[in-house]
């Protein structure tokens, strides 16, 4: 009789199961490197399949202070429609319960119906929708300017409480980000009221190459935030924006030359027992 699939940490030698699995997910995103899989993805990343047989599936997962992101689900072509997909998000939450974590949350296209009834069945429920979208560099500039006297710099440690705070992050969110080769966190900041941390932040991640989160307190800061991360980028390729629970300000970009790559379901729900 078949041993019951269970979910394994990956090792260095599984590069090649994440050039597998992450394709099927068809965001149009680069795949990592090997070297990029090491540094930032083997702690991660999950196998999921029978003990001593070839995987058949995979997740990346975070665990962060009572919430679990789950980052990535994929259930191989070939095992689809079986049951594995819910056998991989069960022991998803029962690593994620065994990390502390008392709630879950994922992104899904909103067009995936079998995924979204399989999260739905899990207990995740939409709590609001995003658009990712690439925008040329050369229509930045017609984006509309504040005239207010705002900054745009890194965001410290000592910052992260504060921005964590004001834009509703689990905590730890930025030092996990941090710590993750390649990452950059970009925050505005009224340089006559330090303490004001809800004007707008970004992850600006120049290897994939894009900002998400992006978020701003005004449709007017974007060009601002958006500047404050043009060296680290190649501009002669499209910047990648993902907008979350903002339809204002995706319709802003799309207005001003942005093109839609995806649009997005952001789930959310308890880890029950």
Same mark, same amino acid.
């Given at each position: ?143 509309? @300017? ?73 449709? @007017? ?53």
């Amino acid at each position: 009789m078949a041993l019951p699939p269970v979910l394994r940490p990956a090792r260095d030698e599984d590069y090649p199961w994440l050039a597998r699995f992450l394709p099927q997910l068809k965001t149009g995103d680069p795949l990592p490197d090997e070297q990029q899989y090491r540094t930032q993805y083997v702690h991660r990343f999950s196998l999921f399949g029978p003990p001593d047989e070839p995987p058949i599936g995979c997740t990346i997962v975070d665990a962060l202070a009572d919430t679990g992101y789950v980052r990535v689900v994929v259930i191989d072509e070939h095992a689809r429609a079986k049951g594995a997909g819910g056998a991989l998000m069960s022991a998803i939450a029962a690593k994620l319960r065994a990390a502390g974590c008392r709630h879950w949350c994922l992104n899904v296209k909103v067009d995936n119906v079998p995924a979204l009834r399989l999260y739905e069945r899990c207990g995740l429920r939409k709590a609001y929708e995003s658009h990712a979208l690439r925008l040329p560099w050369e229509r930045v500039a017609s984006l509309p @300017e504040t005239h207010e006297i705002i900054a745009a710099r890194v965001i410290e440690p000592q910052d992260d409480s504060a921005v964590e705070r004001a834009w509703g992050l689990p905590s730890g969110q930025l030092a996990g980000w941090r710590a993750m080769t390649g990452q950059h966190l970009l925050g505005l900041f009224d340089p006559s009221d330090p303490s004001r941390a809800g004007l707008g932040f970004a992850r600006a991640n120049p290897l994939h190459p894009g900002v998400f989160p992006f978020r701003v307190a005004r449709l @007017e800061y974007a060009r601002t935030l958006i500047e404050a991360g043009r060296a680290l980028f190649d501009t002669s390729k499209p910047l990648g924006v993902v907008v979350e629970d903002d339809l204002p300000l995706a319709e802003l970009l799309l207005a001003h030359g942005a093109e839609r790559k995806m649009h997005l379901a952001h789930l959310r729900g308890a880890l029950g027992e």
